[in-house]
């Protein structure tokens, strides 16, 4: 039989759980890219916007699903409604496709932790070459994930107190005060200064569509929504905790860490690049190639390099442990495993299916899927690009117009008075609709290459 169900300890451990779990490479790396591509401080103000409404709505919605029914993303919508069981299958998937990619990455994150701390850091005429012939391999790139992805499992392996809630209360704090270090010291580089009038101030003659649709994009990476994990985490939230208060609290921190990955790429960038917002390309190339010659033109370069690369760890990892905890809680509730067995199968799944991720740039490389994507960006594209909006959408068909707002509204108001709850209701039931449908047309013809971002 399953283990009895866990629980955080208190409403501080579950906010820097779930802010660890939204504060992830998407907001390391690609906050920073997408806000240069698309205007800079128009990006930001748009994306702060919607991450205050859109967001918002979907993030409680999923929080008090979970705590309503005390399951995760499967047994949750089959609870609620036996009908609509289908939606918590696919939010099921998600992570199990997103784990082990997502892990591959985060071994080369450790890679180059490792590399910057004992010396071995690429230098800037060298950059395009070290990270092509690493990945290109195939034993280091998966010793690698398989390093990272070990220490995911032992966390998780340990529980929702003893685990995940210790090594966030841990992690989260650490990574916020290396955040605030990096920014501060990218902003006062000789010439960064443009780089952060370009993020900050808002230049509506850039505002546009797609603009809109890119930040919208963003809010899924982000704050780990569509996915089972907001699901998986309210079920673990005791009923007296505040659910309004702590979204706001998660918001903040992964806002605030999204607004500070700004302010610790663009600037150096800026400066390294003499001015060109191109400098900052999409991808593994920013974080691999582009940032470690910024490093090694820098006084102390490799110094600030490393600590870019802890910091870039621990968010990588608050977000992977987020990833297996989901699955590990499927398994046990749909299969009734205990911990231990549930974390020896999906660690076991996760590597298998993470190989092809980090074989596709070497001994798989050939294997493209539409001609022009490998394993990881295919895997990439399936998950977030078109699985992710789905859920959303059905989410809040179901939550608008079967379950009705009320039952969240109910549920959220345990703990206190529901101060929006009309813009939650407005949000769930008309505005994330039909953003989120030209999200994912957006996203599938970007795919096609119909448009060009």
């Known amino acids: 039989m399953g283990d009895q169900r866990s629980s955080f300890t208190g409403k501080l451990g579950f906010v820097l759980a779930a802010a660890g779990s939204a504060v992830g490479l998407g907001n390391i790396w690609r906050f920073p890219y997408l806000a240069a591509q698309y205007g800079g401080g128009i990006f930001l103000l748009v994306y702060i916007i919607l991450a205050l409404t859109f967001g918002y709505a979907l993030m409680t919605a999923e929080i008090a699903i979970g705590r309503k029914t005390g399951l995760s993303a499967i047994g949750a919508f089959k609870a609620l409604d036996k009908r609509y069981a289908f939606v918590g299958y696919i939010a099921a998937i998600v992570p199990v496709i997103i784990l082990p990619y997502y892990s591959v990455i985060g071994g080369w994150v450790t890679k180059y932790l490792v590399a910057f701390i004992s010396g071995q850091a690429p230098v800037a005429d060298a950059s395009d070459a070290y990270f092509g012939d690493f990945i290109a391999q195939t034993g280091e790139p998966i010793l690698w994930f398989s390093i990272f992805i070990g220490i995911t499992a032992v966390v998780v392996f340990f529980g929702v107190e003893k685990g995940i809630e210790k090594v966030s209360k841990v992690m989260m704090p650490i990574l916020i005060v290396l955040a605030l270090v990096i920014a501060v010291y990218s902003v006062f580089l000789p010439g960064a200064m443009e780089g952060v009038k370009y993020y900050i101030l808002p230049d509506f003659s850039k505002f546009s569509v797609t603009t809109v649709l890119a930040a919208m994009g963003q809010l899924f990476y982000s704050m780990s929504l569509a996915m089972g994990i907001m699901i998986t985490y309210g079920s673990y939230i005791k009923k007296d905790v505040s659910l309004e208060s702590s979204v706001k609290q998660i918001e903040i921190f992964d806002t605030g860490i999204a607004f500070m990955a700004g302010l610790m790429?663009?600037?150096?960038?800026?400066?390294?690049?003499?001015?060109?917002?191109?400098?900052?390309?999409?991808?593994?190339?920013?974080?691999?190639?582009?940032?470690?010659?910024?490093?090694?033109?820098?006084?102390?370069?490799?110094?600030?390099?490393?600590?870019?690369?802890?910091?870039?760890?621990?968010?990588?990892l608050t977000?992977?442990?987020?990833?297996?905890?989901?699955?590990?809680?499927?398994?046990?509730?749909?299969?009734?495993?205990?911990?231990?067995?549930?974390?020896?199968?999906?660690?076991?799944?996760?590597?298998?299916?993470?190989?092809?991720?980090?074989?596709?740039?070497?001994?798989?490389?050939?294997?493209?899927?539409?001609?022009?994507?490998?394993?990881?960006?295919?895997?990439?594209?399936?998950?977030?690009?078109?699985?992710?909006?789905?859920?959303?959408?059905?989410?809040?068909?179901?939550?608008?117009?079967?379950?009705?707002?009320?039952?969240?509204?109910?549920?959220?108001?345990?703990?206190?008075?529901?101060?929006?709850?009309?813009l939650f209701v407005f949000v769930i039931k008309y505005l994330a609709p039909i953003c989120i449908v030209l999200i994912l047309g957006f996203s599938i013809l970007e795919a096609m290459g119909i448009i060009k971002v």
């Open 319 to 422: 977000s992977s442990i987020s990833l297996m905890e989901t699955v590990v809680s499927i398994f046990q509730d749909k299969l009734k495993l205990n911990r231990t067995w549930s974390c020896v199968i999906v660690l076991l799944i996760s590597v298998l299916l993470g190989l092809p991720s980090s074989l596709g740039f070497g001994a798989w490389g050939d294997i493209l899927f539409f001609g022009k994507m490998s394993f990881l960006d295919f895997f990439d594209f399936i998950s977030n690009s078109v699985l992710m909006p789905v859920v959303a959408f059905l989410t809040c068909i179901f939550i608008g117009y079967v379950l009705k707002p009320k039952a969240i509204i109910d549920e959220v108001e345990l703990a206190g008075k529901f101060k929006r709850k009309d």
């Open 265 to 316: 790429v663009i600037p150096a960038v800026f400066a390294f690049s003499g001015g060109d917002p191109a400098a900052l390309g999409k991808g593994p190339s920013l974080m691999f190639i582009t940032l470690p010659k910024v490093f090694a033109s820098m006084p102390g370069g490799t110094i600030i390099g490393a600590v870019f690369f802890l910091l870039v760890l621990f968010a990588a």
